[in-house]
């Protein structure tokens, strides 16, 4: 059995946990701050849902280019780009200035984690691609448990430029980890234009975006939601990211020897039954379960669906693949933000 467990995965590994973990610092009190400045619903679902419209204009741009120019160069800059961005959010004062921030923020989102995506599915061996996604999932996953409790906590005790602080450096982190790895070199055939779509997992991607339409309006407007049933946001997010952390391994892994419908499927009918259970719940309960079966459905689906993304492509078109993947999943997220933000009002 080839070996999974280099360096190299590792190391990414790390620098996507750290990248994560800041940005999750932000998904549950960056809602809250946008009402504090002044902000109602819409504007929560636009500031949300626009930095991940921007990763969708820049993700085909940056998969392009990865496949033509390598992978690193494109890792550093992109981290680095989203750590200075990220430390700007101290001058955000008004609705109308973090509008624009997230803009620009949501660019140097696409760049960094379009080319650590497609970097790490260059190192994980073939055979097993998506017990190795699964893993390297899990970064995003404890990220996603610890990340919104630290978020809530810093700014409960102290201030949201403190949690900015703490976010920033984070970041700085995952830039000294992206700068020891060792990435292998892809030879690139490609001479001609630049391709910006990769049309033969234009399948997966459709299914991708509709998975990410739901997953956008819980994490936008679930915070909110349930503070007026009095539940903490951050119990939410802890049981959905322990359920992701036990799903993602094994799902992989059975995929692997399966096949990819053998997952997908059945954590589709299980993300429907936790958004069912979410519309009925008044209170501690119904968010318990909500998270535990959407983290058996998104757990299983997301990883499943990139490593089956990369299966359909030759090397040398990881980096547009890979884009085509997570634009639609932006996309989902971005128009779910913004358009469950204006049917909620």
């Not at 940005?23 to 701050?33: E, K, V």
């Not at 970064?139 to 005790?157: D, E, F, H």
């Not at 419908?261 to 519309?279: D, N, T």
Request: proline share 3%; glycine share 10%; with cysteine.
């Amino acid at each position: 059995m080839e070996r999974l467990w280099t360096k190299s995965f590792i190391q990414m590994t790390l620098t996507l946990f750290f990248l994560f973990f800041g940005f999750y610092l932000l998904i549950p009190t960056l809602p809250l701050y946008v009402t504090e400045l002044g902000g109602n619903e819409t504007h929560v679902g636009l500031i949300m849902g626009l930095f991940t419209l921007a990763a969708v204009v820049a993700r085909p741009i940056v998969g392009g280019l990865l496949d033509r120019y390598g992978r690193k160069i494109f890792i550093i800059v992109g981290l680095i780009f989203f750590t200075l961005t990220l430390f700007a959010y101290h001058w955000a004062m008004s609705v109308f200035f973090l509008l624009a921030l997230r803009l620009v923020h949501g660019v140097s989102w696409a760049m960094s984690t379009t080319s650590i995506g497609t970097a790490v599915t260059d190192i994980i061996p073939a055979s097993r691609r998506g017990e190795g996604m699964g893993w390297y999932g899990m970064s995003m996953t404890v990220a996603m448990a610890v990340g919104p409790l630290v978020g809530v906590w810093i700014v409960q005790v102290s201030s949201f430029a403190s949690l900015i602080h703490v976010a920033t450096s984070l970041c700085v982190i995952a830039i000294l980890f992206a700068l020891t790895t060792k990435i292998p070199q892809i030879k690139h055939k490609q001479t001609g234009k630049i391709v910006f779509f990769e049309r033969s997992v234009l399948t997966i991607t459709i299914v991708m975006f509709f998975l990410a339409f739901t997953y956008g309006g819980i994490m936008t407007f679930l915070p909110l939601f349930v503070e007026t049933i009095q539940v903490n946001p951050g119990t939410f997010f802890l049981i959905y990211a322990i359920s992701l952390t036990v799903t993602r391994p094994f799902a992989g892994k059975l995929a692997d020897k399966r096949g990819e419908s053998v997952v997908v499927i059945p954590s589709y009918f299980i993300l429907i039954l936790a958004l069912v259970v979410l519309s009925f719940s008044t209170g501690l309960t119904g968010i318990v379960i909500t998270a535990i079966l959407y983290g058996i459905g998104f757990g299983s689906a997301q990883p499943v669906l990139q490593a089956a993304t990369i299966n359909l492509v030759a090397p040398e078109k990881r980096g547009i693949a890979n884009a085509s993947f997570f634009t639609a999943f932006d996309l989902g997220i971005g128009l779910g933000s913004i358009i469950l933000g204006l049917v909620s009002r």
